[in-house]
Nanobody, 115 residues
Framework: QVQLVESGGGLVQAGGSLRLSCAAS????????MGWYRQAPGKQRELVAT???????DYADSVKGRFTISRDVAKNMVFLQMNSLKPEDTAVYYC?????????WGQGTQVTVSS
């Protein structure tokens, strides 16, 4: 089992920045993919950004150029730097980890961007 704890969400004005952090603990050996998803009210959960242990990254088109995902392999942590935030970025952000055939989710952290 892998436990995930997110932090860094909050309320910010449009154009501002936030940095989300996610710490993995437990059976962390074998983690291959770490990423972030988000879910806005009334909408499906969607991929925001993901990174692999080989350093490959991918972003949703809506956040490219504004968000940056990074990973501290030694500390089993993944980060999401969010700049130039827009009201449409408002959502609950979830940390996601892939380990072998299993997927784990954090409890989510709320990000609210005011106009």
């Amino acid at each position: 089992q892998v436990q995930l704890v997110e932090s860094g969400g909050g309320l910010v004005q449009a154009g501002g920045s936030l940095r989300l952090s996610c710490a993995a603990s437990g059976s962390v050996s074998g983690i291959s993919v770490m990423g972030w998803y988000r879910q806005a009210p009334g909408k499906q959960r969607e991929l925001v950004a993901t990174t692999t242990s080989a350093g490959w990254t991918d972003y949703a088109d809506s956040v490219k150029g504004r968000f940056t995902i990074s990973r501290d392999v030694a500390k089993n942590m993944v980060f999401l730097q969010m700049n130039s935030l827009k009201p449409e970025d408002t959502a609950v952000y979830y940390c996601n980890v892939g380990r072998w055939r299993d997927t784990y989710w954090g409890q989510g952290t709320q990000v609210t961007v005011s106009s």
